[in-house]
């Protein structure tokens, strides 16, 4: 395969700074440009890694920064996730072949992106490039162990050996996790050579450990030298309520998701070949 010439938006973040170490690193030897704002940090980036810097508000200016990318990788956080709707008549005119949004979550239902504000931004960039006929493709990750495993975001509490479930389900239903270097790698295998054509109009799932309710309480015991976690277990009832007057309704809708057997990065699951992917004991062991 011919190697894609690659231009990445966000390369400070917590995913985005890897990806860009992975696409640098790949034997596929993509060229790899990153796009940043004026005055914004571009040092440290690998040696044969491109800064250029951009206004993206200038869409002549973007629109010549992008000339020759196939490509257009975003993983903005949070803030700039609306703004990407401002980038598509840069990518059109420049021609980019793929557009990849920041998405890097779980699969939501359309209900749940209408009722959440971050998921209604990311739903309403999806639909500004359907609108304008911008081939793009989103990668689902499922949550990051970084957040997921780290800190009791999702209700799993490795320091203090608790366990908070929703509904008793989630003992069986599972949870789809993946590490920043796990993303990185399936990014670089995905996008280094793969013809934009074959990726444009997927959501492609990646999860590096895929583990269930009594699986992680397992894992827990084990780190904790045999003591089983302390588990609660919340109602689906008492966990809508929470999501209605929460002012971050993110967690208790995860924790529900799980719960009800939907925190899962969808069916087109791609496997990173010749990774070795790290096991959910191993993940809790290091924490």
Not at 195 to 216: F, K, T
Not at 253 to 282: A, I, N, Q
Request: hydrophobic share 50%.
């Amino acid at each position: 395969m011919t190697a894609n010439t690659i231009a990445l938006i966000g390369h400070r973040g917590l995913a985005g700074k890897p990806i860009v170490e992975a696409l640098a690193a790949s034997s596929a030897h993509p060229k790899v440009k990153v796009l940043h704002r004026p005055g914004s940090d571009a040092s440290g980036l690998p040696a044969n890694v491109e800064a250029v810097e951009v206004d993206f508000a200038d869409t002549a200016a973007l629109t010549k920064a992008l000339a020759g990318v196939d490509i257009l990788l975003s993983t903005v956080g949070a803030p700039g996730i609306a703004a990407q709707i401002d980038l598509i008549p840069a990518i059109k005119a420049a021609g980019v072949k793929l557009f990849v949004p920041s998405d890097l979550a779980v699969l939501y239902t359309p209900h749940e992106r209408r009722a959440f504000g971050l998921l209604e931004e990311k739903g309403r960039v999806d639909e500004a490039l359907r609108a304008a006929g911008v081939p793009f493709a989103v990668v689902l990750t499922g949550g990051f162990t970084e957040y997921c495993l780290a800190t009791p975001f999702i209700g799993i509490d490795v320091k203090g050996n608790k366990l908070h479930l929703v509904g008793d389900d989630a003992r069986t239903h599972s949870v789809a996790l993946s590490s920043t270097a796990y993303i990185a790698a399936a990014y670089a295998s995905l996008f280094a050579a793969t013809p934009a054509a074959e990726l444009a109009g997927r959501a492609i799932g990646v999860s590096e450990v895929v583990a269930n309710g009594d699986q992680i309480a397992a894992a827990l015991a084990k780190k904790h030298g045999g003591v089983a976690p302390t588990v609660t277990v919340q109602s689906l009832a008492d966990v809508d309520a929470e999501i209605k007057t929460s002012d971050f309704a993110l967690a208790p809708l995860l924790r529900k998701k799980w719960g009800v057997g939907f925190f899962t990065v969808g069916s087109d699951v791609h496997l990173v070949p010749g990774y070795k992917r790290r096991t959910l004991e191993d993940f809790i062991a290091s924490i």
